[in-house]
C-alpha cells in the first residue's frame, strides 16, 4: 500500500509552546492553546494559586484534564483529589466547583480540553458563560485596549498560530 496523498499542506506544524508564553498575572492564569469558534472546542492550560476557588460550573460537553503539578479537588468530590499525572474525564451535564487547598506548597496547573461551554455560577446565580467564542472575545478586546500582547494559540479556522512566533533562542 502506498503512503496516502496529504490532504492538508503545513509549512510548519501548528504548535505553541506555554513556556515561550508570558503567564498572565494573577491567582488563575489561563493561557489559551487551541480555540475553534466554530466546533466550541477549547484547549487551555490553567494555573491555580493555592487558595483557588473557581466558581461553580456546569458542563455542556466532555471535559479532559491532565494534572502537570500540584493538587486541586473538587469540592463536590473531596475524597478524589487530582495530583500531577492524574487524568480526569468529565461528562457532559457535570457539575462542580474546582478548588486548590489553601495549604498547597504549589500552584495546581494542567492541560484541560474542553468541548462546548462552561455555564458559571456563584452561590447558585447565573453568571455567565464561558466557551472559545467568549474566551476569543476577551483575548481580543484586552489586546485591542493594549492590556497584553497578542498570545499565540492555534485557530483552525485560520490553519495558523495566532500571535508573532516567538524568536528562537
Known sequence: MAL???????DRLLTVNINQEPVPPGDVSLTPLFLDPENGVWVM???FAPGTVLPTHY?????????TKG????????DDPQTAGSYLFEPGG????????????E?????FVVNGANINFLDGVYQDITDAVSIETQL???????????PRYIRPGASSVTGSTP???
Do not use: C
Not at 493538587?71 to 473531596?78: C, I, K
Not at 500552584?107 to 492541560?111: D, H, M
Not at 481580543?140 to 497578542?150: E, F, P, Q, Y
Open 140 to 150: 481580543l478586546a484586552a489586546v485591542k485596549a493594549g492590556l497584553m500582547a497578542m
Open 4 to 10: 496516502p496523498t496529504a490532504t492538508t499542506h503545513q
Open 107 to 111: 500552584a495546581a496547573e494542567g492541560i
Open 71 to 78: 493538587t486541586w479537588n473538587y469540592l463536590e468530590y473531596p
Open 94 to 105: 457535570s457539575i462542580h466547583t474546582l478548588s486548590v487547598p489553601a495549604d498547597a506548597t
Open 45 to 47: 492550560y490553567g494555573r
Open 167 to 169: 524568536e528562537a533562542g
Open 59 to 67: 458542563h455542556t460537553g466532555t471535559v479532559h484534564f491532565f494534572t
